[in-house]
């Protein structure tokens, strides 16, 4: 069991989230929140494996709630941050704070399934509906930086470090490379240890900030 805490200030969509990420599906709802001021002391009381958060909540919004959980826990929980088209800056907040998904409010209940069983496993997931605005408005948003020369990887890591950019889990990077699940691990271990990202999410603000990859318009 994936054991799951609840993030949103509305009770009908905890609800239909309960509903969603049930026992039969894998996942145990250990906690709920209704705002982002309380999730650091539900984290630690309920030691859930993936926080899925709204982004806009009352006292806390999700961007400053992942940033401080990512400070102040040990080894904090994968955050998916559940979203709309109007919340563009938070979410380029909260892709700078270390949000490791994005995904519509609104998705249909097998698209968050496949969500947060991929953001539970480390990988991430960038909702395609909403990657071009999340990234735009982070580019937006980010100082401006001198020429940064980019470490040296091989052909084959920029490869996977592009695919990674773009969301794709590390089945589809073997799939598309044509190359084992295991290479694609150690490809992605050795940019973590070139470029001295910690994970996933460092990785993807890495990679478009930079130029790696970037996003198409909206």
Same mark, same amino acid.
């Given at each position: 069991? *994936?054991?799951?805490?609840?993030?949103?200030?509305?009770?009908?969509?905890?609800? #239909?989230?309960?509903?969603?990420?049930?026992?039969?599906? #894998?996942? !145990?709802?250990? $906690?709920?929140?209704?705002?982002?001021?309380? &999730?650091?002391?539900?984290?630690?009381?309920?030691?859930?494996?993936?926080?899925?958060? @709204?982004?806009?909540?009352? +006292?806390?919004?999700?961007?400053?709630?992942?940033?401080?959980?990512?400070?102040?826990?040990?080894?904090?929980?994968?955050?998916?941050?559940?979203? /709309? =088209?109007? @919340? %563009? %800056?938070? !979410?380029?907040?909260? !892709?700078?704070? $270390?949000?490791?998904?994005?995904?519509?409010?609104?998705?249909? #209940?097998?698209?968050?399934?496949?969500?947060?069983?991929?953001?539970?496993?480390?990988?991430?997931?960038? @909702?395609?509906?909403?990657?071009?605005?999340?990234?735009?408005?982070?580019?937006?948003?980010?100082?401006?930086? $001198?020429?940064?020369?980019?470490?040296?990887?091989?052909?084959?890591?920029?490869?996977?470090?592009?695919? &990674? $950019?773009?969301?794709?889990?590390?089945?589809? *990077?073997?799939?598309?490379?044509?190359?084992?699940?295991?290479?694609?691990? /150690? +490809?992605?271990?050795?940019?973590? @240890?070139?470029?001295?990202?910690?994970?996933?999410?460092?990785?993807?603000?890495?990679? =478009?900030?930079? #130029?790696?990859?970037?996003?198409?318009?909206?």
């Amino acid at each position: 069991m *994936i054991r799951v805490l609840l993030v949103d200030d509305q009770p009908l969509a905890r609800a #239909g989230l309960r509903t969603i990420l049930c026992e039969p599906e #894998g996942f !145990l709802v250990v $906690g709920e929140c209704a705002d982002g001021d309380e &999730v650091l002391e539900a984290v630690r009381r309920d030691r859930p494996q993936l926080v899925v958060m @709204d982004v806009r909540m009352p +006292h806390m919004n999700g961007a400053d709630a992942t940033r401080q959980l990512r400070e102040r826990v040990l080894e904090p929980p994968p955050v998916l941050i559940l979203t /709309t =088209f109007q @919340d %563009e %800056e938070v !979410l380029s907040s909260a !892709l700078r704070a $270390g949000a490791a998904g994005f995904l519509l409010k609104d998705a249909p #209940g097998e698209e968050i399934l496949r969500a947060a069983r991929r953001v539970a496993a480390g990988d991430a997931y960038l @909702d395609a509906a909403v990657t071009a605005r999340v990234l735009a408005a982070y580019r937006q948003t980010t100082a401006a930086r $001198g020429e940064v020369e980019l470490p040296e990887l091989t052909q084959r890591e920029l490869e996977v470090l592009r695919l &990674v $950019g773009r969301g794709l889990s590390n089945e589809e *990077i073997a799939d598309q490379l044509v190359i084992g699940e295991g290479t694609v691990k /150690t +490809h992605i271990g050795r940019i973590f @240890d070139k470029l001295d990202v910690r994970d996933r999410p460092a990785a993807i603000v890495f990679a =478009f900030d930079r #130029g790696v990859v970037r996003a198409e318009p909206p």
